[in-house]
Each structure stands twice: as C-alpha cells, then as structure tokens.
C-alpha cells in the first residue's frame, strides 16, 4: 500500500492508503507542489493528533467512510443492518489503484495496478484526470465498498462509494454518505434556501461544535436546496479568502452536512437521503451513491466558479453552438393559443432578434387549463384541428428554432391516462398523496408507465418535423411517493435520468431544459443530460439579480435561462424599465417572457437594441471568467464577465435601492490584466440608464470613455453615476494598445 498525492490546477490530493484499514485524505485544498516521494510519510506523520486525556488508546483518524470501529463518534459514513445485525463495520483495505496521466502529472502510487475508468463515468474528468480506486472489505459484515475519487484538470474533486453486499441475506442501506475533511481554518458557513419565484437565497453563519444538516425531502432538487455547502476562513467573500465547497449531484431527496468535533476534525459531505426500506441489497447486488462535487479555492467564491464552469465547459456534452435567444410564449398566451395570434407572436419575435420560439403548457388534449389533460400526449385537435406543423413550419420559415414544452412525470386526476391507469401513480398504499397543482406523479419505475410514456415523447418528436427544443417542465414535490408498496424516490429519480438518455438517444438533436417549478432541479447530475436550466419562474429583474447571481456560483452564464420579462412582472407586480430588465437578462443564456405582440414600435427597437447587443457579447459572455464585486453598500450589486485572455470584459452594475450615502461611492473591475491597459465606454445603442445628479462624473463628462490599467480599475476602480434605484450600468472594457 502507499501514499498518494494527486496534483491538479492548484490542488492538491494526498491520500494516506498504508493499510490495514480505509485510507484517510491528509490534504484536500491548495497544491503542495511536486513533493519527493520520501516528504510524503513525514507529511503524513506531521497530521496524525495526539492521545488525549478521556479518550481512545491511540490516535483516531478520520478515513474516507467514518466508523465507529476506528473511533468516529460523529455521523457515521454507513448507517445500515441485515435484520439487525451486521450493523457495524471495520472494513479493511484490499487495494487501491491509481491512474494519474495528464499534463499536469503528479507522483503515481506504486503497489497499485492501472485500472480502466467506464465510459460513463469519463465526462467527471475527461482523459486528464487522476483517478483512485479504492477496494476494500468486511467479511465479517458480509461487504464490499468500493470509493472512487477523480481529480479533473480543473482542480475538481468527484468523490463515490459503491457498496456491495456479500452476505448470503439481504442488507439494507439506510445513509452512505461521503463526507471530506476541511482544516481548522474554515469557520464560516455559506449555503443557499428559498422558495418558489425567490430560489438560491444565501445564508451564512459561524461554523460552530456539530452539525449543520441540510436535507432536501421534495423528491426533486429542490426550490431551497443547497446548491454549494461552502466553508471558509472567517469574512470570505466573491474575491477574498480560502474556501471549500461541496454539492450533492442528485435530484431527489438528498442530503448535504457540515460537521465539527470538539475532537478536531471538520468534514463537508452529501449523498442520498434514503426513506427506511428504500435501499435494500439482494446477495450480490450493489448500490452507489450520488457523486459528490467538491472544490477548493484560495481566492474567494469566484475560484469556485471558475473550478466549476471550466469543468462544465470540457464536459463533451456541454453546449458547443452559440445559446439562441428564446422567446417563450407562457407569459403571452397562457393557456389561450391560438394560430393566427401565436404566428403574429412569431412574426414579432424574428423582427427583434429571436433565434428559438417555444410554444408552451396548452398545446396537448384537454389542457385548457391546470386542472386537467396533464399525462395526454397528444395534439389538441379542437384547438390545433391541423395539429402543430402550421405553426412549426412558420416559425422556421421565420428563420428561428421551434421549441413544445412537456411536462412528462406529472398527470391530471381528470386526464384519460389517469382514468385508465390509476395503479400508474406513486402513491403509498390505499390513498393518493396530496394533490399539488391539480397534479399526481407517474410513477415512472412501473415498466408500463415508462414504455407508454417513453413512446408518447419519442411520438411527439417524431411525428413534428422540426421541434428541436423541449422545455421539461416538473410541478411538484413528490409526497408520499410510493413505489409497489415501498417508498419510490430513488427508483423514480432513476428512471428520470433513465427516459432522459433514451430519449436523447433516440433524438440527439433535441436540447432540453431542466424546468421545474422553475429553479426547483438544478444540480449537476440532471445537467449530464439537460442543456440550461430555468432559473425561476420569477421575471422581476430585482429578483433575478439574486436568483441568477447565487444560481451562478455553480453554473457558467450558458446554461442559465434569462429573460427579459414584461414591464409588470406578473408574479411580483413590480415595474420596471426595459434598460434594467435587458442588462440583468443579459448576463445567460439570454431570451423573451413577455408578450410582444402588443408593444410600441419604440419598445420593440429598443428591445432589438439589447437583444443585437447580447448577440455582439454572446461569444464572450459564454467563455468568459465569471467575477463578482464584494461592494461595502448593499444597496449596490456588481459583476462580470472577463475573457479568458483578458482582452475583453463586460461589467454591470446595478442599483438595488436607495443608499445612505447620497453621492455613490466606486466600483471595483475585477480580473482584468494587472499591466494591461483597458478603454471603458458605455455601449452604443442601447439606452443609457436613469440618473438623479447635476453632472456625470469626470470619467463620463467629456469622452464618454477611460483609458486606465487593469491594476487601477481593479484595485481603485470608477466613479459611480448616481443610479435612480432599479437602474443598470453596463460596461464594456477593451484592452489597447
């Protein structure tokens, strides 16, 4: 057995795998550098604690699966039993393996053979990843486990277990959950709540003795699910400060900890959260957990950005085309479509700039309204007696992309498929759960649901020539979601992900949108098989600055829907100026939610104006470094996003309210080039914003531009204008010379 440490785009991995029992991770966060294979046990040596007074014998240590076997009298890494038996564990290490290629090598383990990585599991890494198997057993308990680390080229740690059970008597699961260590110096903790139309609201708090336990029970992500579970040293903000994070990369109940022993040791981890006979092992079967993310950064929350998105980016299936604007007609038409009006919508939509038009909820049979029709695929043929190729064919001829929105996990109680099949919903025996929006859920894990669904879509897709984009859209919890008289969740997040892959098999072509509820399943499994994700049902731009900016500590601009909304937002009756709605959609995959058809001539110039200007922005706003400014007033809002290269930036910043100070204080530049020397101008053509002062500042007075170096705007920065509240000012900044 050995050590190993694995180097990767500043971070480090050492892995003590000495034996007899599970390994322990020595380091996880900044890179050591490229130390000698002698350096490595002192290290090693240097972190083992001493013997205290009321307590174990020896030293305990904390290993990649917490026992209590080895003294852990935490949270334990396994919690399960075999008819109460076998309820705890001391496994001991069979072997491990290490595959550590790349361009950025670090020291390969000796005493471990190469061993392949399956194919599915590659876009975790890609080919330059370290990787490291780690096998051990308990005869005695009758299990085998299995951990699985990678450390991509981006610094991205990807953490495992797989569990097998090798007794002759079936094993039940109750936690597995992975769980990494953070030193000392992090004692604050970051994550995110929030609710339907205000999702990815953060809080954050000392990390105190105990645990922090965050445990999503909605059978999907979750509107107020953690997103990133972030601990750092004390005041870490966007751009300061040394920060470890981890995300749960499942979408159904999961659960996300931070724990701290008065014993010394601090871990972050996240796996499933399993309901009591959820998880049960035949002889000879094994059960995996959800991959668990984890990041580190010397530089604030945006290294974990830049950690994410750069691995988000290599992934093969990441987006490769530029995101076409969206139109989505939801907030036009509602429930009410019809032809000609939804022709004259698209006509409107090509005039202003509109690469994709998405016809949404209302298309299918019965579905007037939320009450009913849900679970019939098939073309209204009362409302479209000619079904949806008319209006297909128009809005290619038109130049866009079509785009149908679906809803396939959910049914109607007055729907044909309901009356038909009421054993086809997950429910716990004897009665249905709750209604939630008029809504059941199918119960995808009946083979003839899945079969009968399955051919629905592959139908829909089939028979329209030219739908290349579905909105899936998902509008409820899953409450008392039974499965054949056991609890149904993880059987039905399975085969979610299952009917998703079949169906891109079958139509690769095809983008689709993880929709639900708006922002209620955004997580980094759903996204291996989805293309951007809906932010939120909610379109106030106020709003959406939060929402988007949180949303994007784990995503790239790219796969965020934005959209510009309507002048009254119509779930929070709030005004706002079209100059402040377009800058806040600006910054993601940018797009429509409004009604157009009926907007001045004035409105739609100017609306073309900021979708012209997202298009001249798009290549750089889709690749770029995302920066967040740490701002002393809360009433201001600032961000960007800067080339990879540094040529290039775009910063907007933004008035949330009024502030104390009358005159506006600077604003910092983040990430630009220290010895480079940059122009900064507002951008031609579309409107500046609404200002309360006398005369601009300086910089804006005369030439409408600057011309400083990159170290001065980022460390002095610019003059604010004063910004009415609920006003934008965009920044276009190009290096010279």
Request: charged fraction near 25%; hydrophobic fraction near 40%.
């Amino acid at each position: 057995m050995t050590i190993v440490h694995l180097r990767r785009a500043r971070t480090s991995l050492v892995l003590d795998a000495r034996g007899p029992g599970l390994p322990r991770v020595v380091h996880w966060g900044a890179d050591l550098g490229p130390l000698p294979a002698d350096e490595l046990p002192v290290l090693v040596d240097a972190t083992i604690p001493p013997v205290v007074p009321s307590s174990f014998d020896a030293p305990t240590v904390l290993s990649l699966l917490p026992e209590a076997s080895a003294g852990w009298s935490g949270r334990p890494g396994l919690a399960g039993h075999r008819d109460g038996r076998d309820w705890s564990t001391a496994f001991r290490l069979d072997g491990v393996d290490v595959v550590d290629g790349g361009p950025e090598p670090g020291r390969v383990a000796t005493g471990g053979a190469a061993v392949g990585v399956p194919d599915d599991e590659r876009d975790h890494g890609g080919a330059d990843a370290a990787r490291v198997t780690v096998r051990a057993a308990d005869p005695g308990a009758g299990l085998s486990l299995t951990v699985e680390i990678t450390l991509d080229a981006a610094g991205l740690l990807t953490l495992r277990h797989r569990l097998r059970n090798d007794g002759d008597t079936r094993y039940e699961v109750r936690e597995l959950t992975p769980v990494l260590p953070v030193p000392a110096v992090a004692t604050e903790l970051l994550d995110l709540t929030g609710r339907w139309c205000r999702e990815r609201t953060p809080q954050r708090h000392p990390w105190p003795m105990g645990a922090w336990v965050r445990e999503g029970r909605h059978g999907r992500t979750g509107h107020d699910a953690t997103l990133l579970l972030v601990a750092g040293t004390p005041g870490f903000g966007f751009r300061h400060g040394e920060v470890w994070a981890v995300h749960t990369a499942w979408s159904g109940d999961h659960v996300t900890v931070a724990e701290r022993r008065p014993t010394g040791e601090a871990t972050l981890g996240g796996g499933e959260l399993l309901t009591p006979g959820e998880i049960v092992l035949d002889s000879g079967e094994q059960y995996a957990t959800p991959l668990l993310y984890a990041a580190h950064s010397a530089t604030g929350l945006d290294g974990l950005s830049d950690v994410l998105h750069t691995h988000l980016r290599a992934r093969p299936q990441h987006p490769r085309t530029p995101r076409p604007v969206t139109l989505n007609v939801w907030e036009a038409v509602y429930f009410d479509h019809d032809l000609d009006r939804l022709k004259g919508l698209a006509d409107r939509a090509a005039e202003v700039g509109v690469e994709r038009f998405v016809l949404d909820d209302g298309w299918l049979q019965g579905r007037r309204h939320d009450r009913a029709g849900l679970g019939d695929w098939w073309v209204d043929d009362d409302v479209w007696p000619d079904g949806l190729q008319p209006l297909i064919d128009h809005v290619r001829a038109r130049g866009m992309q079509f785009g149908l929105w679906v809803e396939p996990e959910m049914v109607n109680p007055d729907s044909d498929l309901f009356r038909a099949h009421p054993d086809w919903v997950l429910q716990a025996p004897g009665r249905l759960p709750p209604e939630w929006r008029h809504q059941q859920v199918l119960d995808l894990a009946h083979p003839d649901a899945y079969a009968h669904l399955l051919s629905r879509l592959d139908a829909v897709l089939t028979e329209h020539d030219g739908i290349a984009y579905l909105k899936w859209d998902h509008n409820r919890d899953l409450t008392e979601a039974g499965h054949a008289g056991r609890p149904g969740v993880h059987a039905q997040t399975v085969a979610v992900y299952r009917l998703l892959d079949e169906l891109r098999a079958r139509h690769p072509g095809v983008e689709i949108e993880s929709c639900s509820s708006g922002g209620a399943r955004v997580d980094l499994e759903i996204l291996r098989r989805t293309d951007r994700v809906w932010a939120s049902d909610c379109n106030d731009a106020l709003e959406r600055l939060s929402i988007q900016r949180w949303t994007g500590l784990l995503l790239p601009p790219e796969l965020i829907g934005t959209h510009v909304g309507p002048e009254r937002s119509h779930t929070t009756h709030r005004v706002h100026d079209l100059g402040f709605r377009a800058v806040t959609a600006l910054f993601g995959h940018h797009g429509i939610e409004w009604d157009i058809s009926g907007i001045t001539a004035t409105e739609r110039a100017e609306l073309a104006a900021w979708v012209a200007l997202h298009k001249r922005l798009r290549p750089l706003l889709h690749s770029g470094r995302v920066v967040r400014v740490d701002h002393p007033d809360p009433a201001v809002q600032a961000h960007g996003v800067v080339a990879q290269d540094r040529s290039r930036a775009v910063y907007a910043v933004s008035r949330l309210a009024t502030s104390v100070a009358q005159v506006p204080g600077t604003v910092r530049l983040p990430g630009l080039g220290p010895a480079r020397r940059y122009a900064v101008r507002l951008p031609a053509g579309v409107p500046e914003p609404a200002l309360l002062e006398l005369a601009p500042p300086g910089w804006l007075a005369s030439e409408r531009e600057v011309t400083l170096s990159g170290s001065v705007l980022g460390s002095v920065g610019l003059q604010l204008p004063a910004l009415h509240p609920e006003q934008a000012l965009l920044l276009e900044v190009t290096a010279v010379g």
